[in-house]
């Protein structure tokens, strides 16, 4: 299993992006039953948990980042996606993708987001 993360980038504050993680060679009841979550590390910190994505289909988000993301996910697809609205400096960082479940913790390679001023 491959979780490939695709979307970051260069934006302005106040602007948004859309990352996408995409499941690869995983069977889609594994999928159905997998939690999805998306962390971040910026430079000299911990990676912390963002947003998180239940099988049962609840959601968290850790409080900087509500009323501003929104998680989601696409059972046919086999992806997950992190909306990103309102983006501020301090959401710079490297954002990672993972899957959580029964026997099952991966993660993706990360991908990078840079909001500047």
């Known amino acids: 299993v491959q979780l490939q993360a695709s979307g970051g980038g260069l934006v302005q504050a106040g602007g948004s992006l859309r990352l996408s993680c995409k499941a690869t060679?995983?069977?889609?009841?594994?999928?159905?039953?997998?939690?999805f979550n998306w962390y971040r590390q910026a430079p000299g910190k911990q990676r912390e948990l963002v947003a998180g994505?239940?099988?049962?289909?609840?959601?968290m988000y850790e409080d900087s980042v509500k009323g501003r993301f929104t998680t989601s996910r696409d059972n046919a697809k086999k992806t997950v996606y992190l909306q990103m609205n309102s983006l501020k400096t301090e959401d710079t960082a490297v954002y990672y993708c993972?899957?959580?479940?029964?026997?099952?913790?991966?993660w993706g390679e990360g991908t990078q987001v840079t909001v500047s001023s």
């Open positions: 060679r995983m069977i889609s009841s594994t999928f159905w039953a997998t939690a």
């Open positions: 994505n239940s099988a049962d289909g609840s959601k």
């Open positions: 993972n899957a959580r479940g029964p026997n099952i913790d991966y």
